[in-house]
Structure formats: C-alpha cells, structure tokens
C-alpha cells in the first residue's frame, strides 16, 4: 500500500455534493508557479455558488478556492524574486486545468505573478482576505479595458489630481479594495453602501458615501460630485448589479462616460441588456484572473502590494471572520458565506 498523502484537500467529489477531506496530490510547481503551505484561506460569493449550485466547474472531483496565505515550500525554475520559506498570500485560479488547483488544501500551487510577500506584521488569517478582490478591483479600475486610471506608485501616496471614482458597492470586499488603491494612486472616492456602514466605508478612504437603498441616490451622488468641482474619472460597480445606476451618474457627470464591473463567473462573452446604460456610456466587464496576462499585474503584484501593506496604504480590508480551524471548518463557512455578509470576510485557519 502506498504511504499516505503528505498533502490533504476538502474536495467537492460531484456536482452538488459537499466537501470531502481527503488525500490529494502534492502540487507539483510548473515554472512560473510557489508552492505554498496554506495557513488561511478566505471565502468568495462564488465559493458556495460552486459547491451547492454547481457553476463553473465542469470536471469532478475538484478542489475550488481562490484566497490563500501561507508560506512558500517549492519554487519553479523561473521563478525569481521569491524564496522557499517566504510569508506570501496568492490567488488561485480553480477555474485553471487542474482538478487540484484550488486554495482549500494544505499545500497549493500558485502562479508567481499573482503572489506577494505578506510582511511579517501582517498575520496571514488578514493577508487571505484580499487576493481575489484586490485582482478584481485592480482589472477594473486600472486596465485598459476598465477605467484605464493611472496604477498607484510605489513609493508614496499620489497628490490628488483634482478627479473622482464612483464606486459602487464600497463595503463589499472587491469594493474596499478598490476604495483603498483609487485614492492611492490620487483620485477621490464616491461610494455607496448601506447605511450601516457608512463609517467603515469613510474609513477605508471614500471621501462620500450614499445610500444605495435611496431612491434618489442617483441624484444626490450627481448633485453632490457635480459641486465638488472634481472631474469624474469614471465608474465601478463593485457587486454585478448595479450597472444602470453607475451609468446615469457616468451620462449626467460627463468626464470618463464608462462603466466597468466585475464578472461574477470566468471570462464569457456578456453583453448589456439594451436600454441598460444611457447612449454614449462605455461598458466593460472585468474578471480577476485577467490579471496574469495584464501589463497591470506586475504593476500592482509584482511591485505595489507588499510596501503598501507594510506602510498601511493598503490594509486588508474586509475584517476578517475566522469561523473555524482546519479542513474540516470548510464547509461550514461556505454555508455562511451562501447566507451572505456585510463588510466582512469569511476565514478558515489551516493549522
């Protein structure tokens, strides 16, 4: 009989069914891939989409799972910047070939373009929380096909340039993110959220924040931007439901007449229903694993991430919700991750 596995996963064994701890495969670093030793992992929307829907995933079993901190135990042989022991937090792409590919296992194998060095004060149950959404929030606000904003610098805070970035949907995890790198790279920051969480939006760098449950949210975020004498900069609609909304503002307000949003599933051709978006209004859809391919991600990966957390320009935000310890926790914070959350991220401690 062969030895035992040292590598252990919570697999989904079929389409519906729930996670499974079993033995799995020990990655196997491709040249441009970390091995990493997963010391938290976090939970997205698409998570339980995945797991009790069945989206995405068409090859059975699977291990799913985007966010991940943890330590470095295997390099590729091109890989350069990174050592065997480093503190580091990825994104995994579990949409990728391999069956095996997602975060929720001890050991992971990541690409080296979407890794960062987690500082050593930074504990890796808060460095989990933002892989996916900081690559989500950074294609749609900084790439070509998004916003195309000028990237944040490395060495400081950008001077304000006199514009302004809505961002829909501010207290969701894509959207805190986006919050936090648009006013470092000089913009100011129009957000909505619930009225609940006014403060933590202010907090985490929105210069106004809007109910987005009132009805005339549209036309005080327009009034109120039109007298700041900023030019706008153009949209975000950080939780895929509000595209008609961010392009009333983007029509009224002139400036950058562009919408983008995230893409809640991988890359699809997707068009927006007719009469959506007024006539002159762009619109772009943005998905995080684009990033890889993108001159942005080194940009934000390779060189913003790790010196922005370790001066707190960047902070990892959502606060985290450990609900439990090991594999076995998994499922339990899928059920409540599909229950929904608010200004908050689920986390699983893999000991």
Not at 235 to 251: K, L, N, S, T
Not at 279 to 304: F, L, M
Request: contains cysteine; glycine residues 10%.
């Amino acid at each position: 009989m062969p030895p035992p596995s040292p590598n252990r996963a919570a697999w989904i064994p079929a389409k519906h069914a729930p996670f499974t701890i079993a033995d799995a495969p020990m990655p196997q670093p491709g040249p441009t891939e970390i091995v990493i030793r997963a010391h938290a992992v976090a939970f997205n929307p698409v998570d339980p989409a995945i797991q009790k829907l069945g989206m995405v995933i068409t090859t059975y079993p699977t291990v799913i799972g985007c966010d991940v901190a943890g330590q470095i135990t295997a390099l590729g042989t091109d890989v350069v910047g990174f050592a065997v022991g480093d503190r580091v937090l990825a994104m995994l792409d579990h949409a990728a070939e391999r069956s095996h590919w997602g975060a929720f296992q001890l050991y992971c194998a990541a690409s080296a373009g979407v890794t960062a060095k987690l500082p050593a004060g930074v504990a890796f149950t808060r460095g989990c929380v933002l892989p996916v959404a900081l690559s989500t929030a950074a294609m749609a606000v900084f790439s070509r096909e998004g916003l195309g904003l000028k990237c944040p610098r490395v060495d400081e805070v950008a001077a304000p340039n006199g514009r302004v970035v809505l961002v829909w949907g501010g207290s969701s995890s894509v959207g805190s993110c986006a919050i936090q790198m648009v006013r470092a790279a000089g913009y100011a920051v129009a957000t909505t959220c619930g009225r609940h969480n006014f403060e933590y939006c202010r907090d985490v760098g929105a210069e106004w924040v809007f109910d987005y449950r009132s009805a005339s949210v549209v036309e005080d975020i327009v009034s109120a931007l039109q007298a700041s004498g900023k030019v706008f900069a153009g949209a975000f609609d950080a939780v895929f439901a509000h595209i008609g909304e961010c392009g009333e503002v983007a029509h009224r307000l002139g400036g950058k007449k562009h919408v983008a949003t995230i893409l809640p599933g991988p890359p699809t051709p997707m068009v927006v229903a007719e009469g959506l978006l007024p006539e002159g209004v762009g619109h772009s859809y943005c998905y995080c694993t684009n990033i890889k391919h993108d001159k942005i991600g080194p940009a934000i990966w390779g060189q913003w991430v790790t010196p922005a957390l370790a001066k707190g320009t960047l902070r990892c935000k959502p606060e985290p919700k450990v609900v439990g310890r090991g594999l076995e926790a998994i499922q339990e914070a899928c059920d409540r991750m599909s229950e929904g959350v608010s200004a908050t991220k689920l986390v699983v401690e893999i000991l």
